[in-house]
């Protein structure tokens, strides 16, 4: 296992432990019924501090992958090459739903033209306020990191980088941008 992917893997752990502590009532609506996508979209809202030197999306469909839409991806915005992490959110009662979203992470988001470098797929318990997720790294004979997270005063959070730190991070990106065109 990679030395990124070990960090990617505690980026989702960290940001999974942070979504029930930020969101203690996540999913607790009285008249509303709630779809995974607002999900996905406060599961985005943890991420991305961690992430920030990549742009966030959701609901936006590929071309390349038949028109399919990830539920959230992170990356730079016409560039391929900076095609960084793609994930796959399913509530706790769509399980089933975890080997469609694997699959679709190998077959759409690992080929082609999109060359994910990550992939994962989350699945979310708000009722237990407990999470899992199943990281890929779009290398050959690669095998899935697995976490369970749970709300355990023993886990915490990592540091969110620095607006500075994330600053020195852009002109290595716009060098990678510039060399894929």
């Given amino acids: 296992m990679t030395l990124m992917k070990t960090l990617v893997g505690r980026i989702l752990e960290s940001s999974l ?17 709630e779809h995974e996508p607002n999900l996905s979209f406060h599961l985005a809202n943890e991420l991305w501090p961690y992430l920030r030197w990549l742009d966030c999306d959701f ?14 991806i992170f990356h730079r ?37 999109l060359r994910y470098r990550f992939g994962t797929s989350v699945l979310i318990d708000e009722k237990k306020h407990n999470s899992e997720f199943q990281l890929f790294e779009n290398v050959p004979q690669d095998e899935a990191l697995g976490r369970k997270v749970k709300q355990t005063p023993a886990l915490t959070a990592l540091s969110v980088p620095s607006l500075n730190d994330m600053k020195n991070l852009h002109p290595y990106t716009e060098k990678i941008v510039a060399a894929e065109q």
Avoid at 17 to 24: A, D, E, K, R
């Fill in 77 to 113: 915005r016409a560039a391929n090459a900076l095609n960084f992490l793609v994930v796959e959110v399913k509530r706790a009662s769509n399980r089933d739903g975890v080997a469609d979203d694997i699959e679709k992470i190998h077959t759409w988001w690992f080929g082609g033209d």
């Fill in 17 to 33: 432990w942070s979504l029930f502590h930020n969101q203690p009532t996540l999913s607790q609506f009285t008249e509303t019924y």
């Fill in 59 to 72: 609901d936006v469909q590929k071309r390349y992958a038949g028109l399919r839409r990830p539920d959230l």
